[in-house]
């Protein structure tokens, strides 16, 4: 049992369920997929003002990478997209690189040509290509060390010449053989093309996919142990600064403590009632049995993506996991806004418009753009929302033949469409409360059921909602295999069984 703070109450209760059902894996990770993540700052996971806690969090922060590895069943590395295109890096790199290619492509145009640089992108090119063999292949990679021997080709060049084409065109058939399916068309281009300094160019940049292509493989394939190792890691990590800091889990425990009030505050306000002959008296409700350690977590990892918090502290558990959770509760904001959006346009455009997948996916990307900012701006961005797809409602009835819309039906949709920018919005609140019990599903049920029963309303941010769901059930599972010895032991010290104060002996 891992060690933490002094219990409030050390009276034990019964047991709860420690063996958690494991979620289906994810089909749809794209945004997670990516490695350039930034290391988050000590401000955005909570407000520590000494160097210790700013300690813990940089401490904590490190095992996000694996974490996300671990969690993220189509983690795929990408290309670096850090930098924006407009950005003064980015400027530099690209006048740094294109420099380059017009130095080499100086030296070959010399008598006679110079090819100090082609040696140096052949050493290169040779190390990248033994590089992506597997280890049995040493027959392969004999081969290569033949034929790109940069002593003999050094000598060639000492004696007049060196030929690039031949060069090129045997590392080009080498990466058809060795390259990835995805790969292909990309190396028959290289074949199409004659200057020899575009086409070096061109094999540097196939040869980084080809690269970027084996660390995936790699990741796939340890990906099993990687997971297991993940987690323990992370425990004996977050174990060794429990031990330094024995108030680490104060927020967990403030945390889980409201999840259980709101769980048994829930069961207490649940009619209950005898039903007699044409008469119902209210029966008395006995003091609900303790929620299970898997009801507890489930009722906290909803309220941290479903609801509204103000400046309440993280737990620490989730530290590393604050940013996503954080980013899941933005997108299921905007989603609730689209699929109310929708739902409204619909009733105004006879059915007939939102049977062609293509106008509902111009709607919704319409919609998507204008409603970037709702989270500070939600007036205005519905504004944006209700001009633009009342007009496109208007002319879509218009194009397909049908009667347009009068002036008060146009009138009408368009305060409808604004309106969802109030919280209270009744359309609204209907899409979160089935949002919020599709999540809730995805947790008890799993994802393949909760997908085979998708509820009503939101079937047109199916893909959308899926994926995120995908998401939110992976990482709340890798959190409660490496946490759930913590949270087990919280939760002995906030349940305690009814009554066993006033009769022990107390009969069955």
């Known amino acids: 049992m891992p060690k933490s703070k002094k219990a409030t109450s050390k ?31 000590p401000e955005d996971h909570l407000a520590f003002s000494t160097e210790e806690d700013t300690e813990t969090v ?21 290309e670096e997209d850090d930098l924006s295109q407009e950005s003064s890096e ?71 010449g060196l030929d690039v084409p031949h060069l090129s065109s045997y590392i ?29 160019r061109g094999i540097f940049q196939v040869l980084g996919l080809m690269k970027m292509d084996m660390v995936n493989y790699s990741i796939h394939n340890i990906r099993p142990y990687l997971q297991e190792q993940s987690i323990q890691n992370e425990r004996a990590q977050f174990q060794e600064l429990l031990d330094k800091q024995p108030d680490l889990l104060d927020c967990t425990t403030k945390w889980m403590t409201r999840a259980v009030t709101d769980l048994i505050t829930s069961l207490r306000n649940t009619p209950s009632s005898f039903s007699g002959l044409g ?26 993506v479903l609801k509204d918090h103000g400046i309440e502290e993280f737990p620490e558990t989730l530290l590393t996991d ?20 929708l739902l409204v346009a619909r009733s105004f455009s006879c059915g007939v418009l939102f049977s062609s997948p293509d106008f509902v996916d111009k709607l919704k990307a319409i919609t998507k753009d204008l409603i970037e900012e709702f989270n500070s701006k939600p007036e205005e961005s519905m504004l944006n929302v209700s001009e633009q797809v009342s007009q496109e409602i208007h002319q879509g009835l218009q194009d397909t033949g049908l009667t347009a819309l009068t002036t008060e039906n146009r009138a009408s949709l368009v305060c409808q469409l604004r309106n969802i920018a109030k919280k209270e919005n009744c359309i609204r609140i209907i899409i979160e409360q089935r949002i919020h019990l599709f999540l809730k599903c995805c947790l008890i049920r799993g994802m393949q059921e909760s997908l085979l029963d998708f509820p009503g309303g939101l079937l047109f941010i199916e893909p959308e909602l899926a994926e995120l ?40």
């Open 11 to 41: 009276k034990d209760f019964k047991k709860s369920e420690n063996e958690l059902q494991k979620p289906e894996t994810s089909r749809q990770n794209q945004e997670d997929n990516k490695t350039s993540s930034k290391v988050r700052s």
């Open 58 to 78: 940089s401490q904590l922060s490190k095992l996000s990478i694996a974490q996300k590895i671990a969690i993220t069943q189509k983690f795929v590395v990408e």
């Open 90 to 160: 980015r400027k530099f790199v690209e006048r740094m690189y294109n420099a380059f290619w017009d130095h080499l492509k100086e030296q070959l145009s010399k008598t006679p040509p110079d090819f100090s640089c082609i040696l140096e992108l052949l050493v290169n090119i040779k190390q990248i290509l033994v590089s992506l063999l597997l280890p049995r292949q040493n027959r392969l990679r004999h081969e290569i060390e033949e034929a790109l021997n940069i002593n003999l080709l050094r000598e060639e060049t000492e004696r007049g």
């Open 172 to 200: 080009i058939n080498l990466m058809a053989l060795m390259c990835a399916p995805i790969r292909d068309a990309a190396v028959q281009e290289l074949g199409a093309i004659k200057d020899p300094v575009q086409l070096l």
């Open 279 to 304: 008469s119902s008296i209210p029966a008395p409700k006995p003091d609900p049995d303790p929620p299970s350690l898997t009801t507890v977590l489930y009722q906290g990892y909803l309220t941290l």
């Open 322 to 341: 604050k940013a996503r959770l954080q980013t899941m509760k933005s997108k299921l904001r905007h989603l609730t806004v689209l699929a109310s959006v």
């Open 469 to 508: 769901g995908w998401k939110f059930v992976n990482l709340i599972h890798h959190n409660q295999l490496v946490f759930n010895p913590y949270y087990a032991e919280i939760l002995k010290n906030i349940i305690s069984p009814p009554n066993e104060d006033e009769n022990d002996e107390k009969p069955v």
